[in-house]
C-alpha cells in the first residue's frame, strides 16, 4: 500500500466488493461487518419480544400456544444475550476503536480478530437454523437447565452448540484486546494515559478470557449427556441438577460484567466530552473497571438462593453481591461529580448517557434487592428477576450502545444524522422502555412468575400497559434506526471533531484512513481528558 493511497483514501475508499469486505483484516471494516451482523440480530429478538408480549396483553391463549411461548423466549434470550449484548461493544466500538484509542493502526492480531467475527457468523447460523430443523428451537430457556435440557424433544443440542461456538469468538477477541492494549500503546501512552473506554475493554477481555471456557465446557457436557446418555446432570440416570446451576452461573455471572463493563466505558467517554470537563478521578473508575471484573468471578450464587445450599454459603454469596455494588457506585459517582458546573451540552450521546445513568441505577438497586436472602425468597422466579435484567442489559448496555453509536457516528462515516429527530427517537426509546419494564417490577412484587404464557385477571392491568409500552419502544427503535441510515446515506459532512472531543480518535479524519493516522497522533498533556477546567 503506497503512502498517499493510504492517506489519501478512507478506510471505505482502499477496496470495494462483498469479497473484500468478507476477509478483510482491517479492524474498522470487521467492527462495521459485527455491527451490521449483530443489528440485524438485535431485530430478530426485538420482534420475538413483541410477539411475548403480545401474547400477554390479555390471560389466556391469545396468539401462540405454551410450547410456542416457551420456544419464543427461549430463542429471544439466546439472540439477545449470546448475539447481541455480550459481543456488541467489545465487537463494534472495541474493534473500530480502540486501535485508534492507542494511536495504532490495528488490532495486534488481524487475521484472529478476522476468525472471530467468523465463528460469530457460525455460531449465529446455528442459532437461527434451530427453526427449520429437528422438533423446532429449544423451550428451556436462554440458561438451558437441566435434566429438563436432557430431556426435551426440541432442538437443544444445535443451541447450545450455537453458544459453544460464539463463546469461541468472545475468547479470541478478548485474547486480542488484552495484547493490543499490552503491545501497541502510542509512544508515551501509560496506562494511566489510556481512555477509559480502554480501560473497560481490558476488563472485560480479562472476563471473556477466562470464564468464557466454563461455559464451553458445560454445554459441551449437555451435549454429551443427550447423545450418549452420560450422567452428569439428570439425577434419573445419577446426575446433579445443580452442579449444572453453579457451572452455568460461574460464567453467566461474570458474563454480566462482559455486557455491563464496556457500556460504561462508552459513558466514560461521552460524560467529560459534553460536560466540557475532566473526568472526575480517573483512576478510581479505572480500577473500578478491574475491580468490578475481579469481584464479579465470585458472586454467582446469589442466582441458586431456592436452589438449596447451606446457610454460611448464601450468606457469603450475598455479601460479596453486595461488595460488586461499590465499585459500580464509585463509577457512577464520579460521572455526576463531572458534570457538577460543566457547560453540558444536551447532545442526543449526552442524553442516552444520562438515561444510562438513570436506568441502570433502578437496574443495579432491583439486584441489591434481589441479593438480599429474605427479599430473594419471595421474588425468585417472578417478573421482578426479569425487570431486573432489562433495566441491567437494555436500560443500561443497550441504551449505552446506541450513545456510542450516535457519539462515533460522525468519525465512524464521515456525516452527521438529524439530531432533531434523534432526540424524538430517545424522547420515545425512554418513555416506551420504563413503560414497558417497569411494570414488571410491581408485577414481581405482586407475586407473578415469569416464563408463564397465561397469568391471573389481577395481573391484567400492569401486563396492557406493559405490551402498550413494547409498541412505543419498538417505534423508538425503527425512528431511531430510520435516523441513522438517512445520515449514513446523504447526511452533511461532519468534519473531524463536531463534538469538540480532545481523545486520540477525533484527531484522525473522519472517516478514518487505512492505517487510522496520516501522522504520529498528539498525545494530550494530563490524560485523555484534561479540558484545561
Known sequence: MSESLSTDLNFFQVKKGIISWLFSLDHKRIGLMYLYAIISFFLVGVTLGLLMRLELIAPGETIMKAKTYNQTFTLHGVIMIFLFIIPSIPAIFGNFFLPIMLGTDDVALPK?????????????????????????????????????????????????????????????TGLNFIVTIHRLRAPGMGWFQMPLFAWSLYATSWIQ????????????????????????????????????????????????????????????????????????????????????AFVGYFVWGHHMFTSGMSGSARIIFSVLTFMVAIPTAIKVFNWVATMYKGSIDLQPPMLYAMAFIFQFMIG??????????????????????????????????????????????????????????????????????????????????????????????????????????????????????????????????????????????????????????????????????????
Open 112 to 172: 484472529l480478530n478476522l476468525l472471530s467475527w467468523w465463528l460469530y457468523v457460525i455460531g449465529a447460523l446455528f442459532a437461527l437454523s434451530t427453526l427449520v430443523f429437528g422438533d423446532g428451537p429449544a423451550d428451556t430457556g436462554w440458561t438451558f437447565y437441566a435434566p429438563y435440557s436432557v430431556q426435551t424433544n426440541t432442538n437443544v443440542t444445535m443451541s447450545v452448540m450455537a453458544a459453544f461456538i460464539l463463546g469461541f469468538s468472545s475468547i479470541l
Open 209 to 292: 478470557l477466562l470464564a468464557t471456557p466454563i461455559i464451553g465446557i458445560t454445554l459441551l457436557m449437555i451435549v454429551a449427556e443427550r447423545a450418549f446418555g452420560v450422567g452428569l446432570f439428570d439425577p434419573a440416570i445419577g446426575g446433579d441438577p445443580i452442579l449444572y446451576q453453579h457451572l452455568f452461573w460461574i460464567y453467566s455471572h461474570p458474563a454480566v460484567y462482559i455486557m455491563a463493563l464496556p457500556a460504561m466505558g462508552i459513558i466514560s467517554e461521552i460524560i467529560p466530552t459534553f460536560a466540557k470537563r475532566s473526568i472526575f478521578g480517573y483512576k478510581a473508575i479505572a480500577y473500578s473497571s478491574m475491580a468490578i
Open 364 to 533: 443495579g438497586l432491583t439486584g441489591l434487592v434481589l441479593a438480599a436472602l429474605a427479599a430473594d425468597i419471595h421474588l425468585h422466579d417472578t417478573y421482578f428477576v426479569v425487570g431486573h435484567f432489562h433495566y441491567v442489559m437494555f436500560g443500561g448496555t443497550g441504551f449505552a450502545m446506541f450513545g456510542g453509536m450516535h457519539y462515533w457516528f460522525p468519525k465512524i462515516w464521515g456525516r452527521m444524522y438529524n439530531i432533531k429527530i434523534a432526540k424524538f427517537a430517545f424522547a420515545l426509546l425512554v418513555l416506551g422502555f420504563n413503560m414497558l419494564y417497569f411494570p414488571m417490577l410491581i408485577l414481581g412484587l405482586m407475586g407473578m412468575p415469569r416464563r408463564y404464557y397465561d397469568y391471573l385477571p389481577q395481573f391484567t392491568d400492569l401486563n396492557v400497559l406493559s405490551t402498550v409500552g413494547s409498541w412505543i419502544l419498538a417505534i423508538g427503535l425503527i425512528t431511531m434506526l430510520v435516523n441513522l441510515i438517512n445520515g449514513m446515506r446523504k447526511g452533511a459532512p461532519a468534519g473531524r471533531n463536531p463534538w469538540g472531543s480532545i481523545s486520540l480518535e477525533w484527531q484522525t479524519k473522519s472517516p478514518p484512513p487505512l492505517e487510522n493516522f496520516d501522522k504520529q497522533p498528539e498525545l494530550n498533556e494530563g490524560g485523555p481528558y484534561n479540558y484545561k477546567n
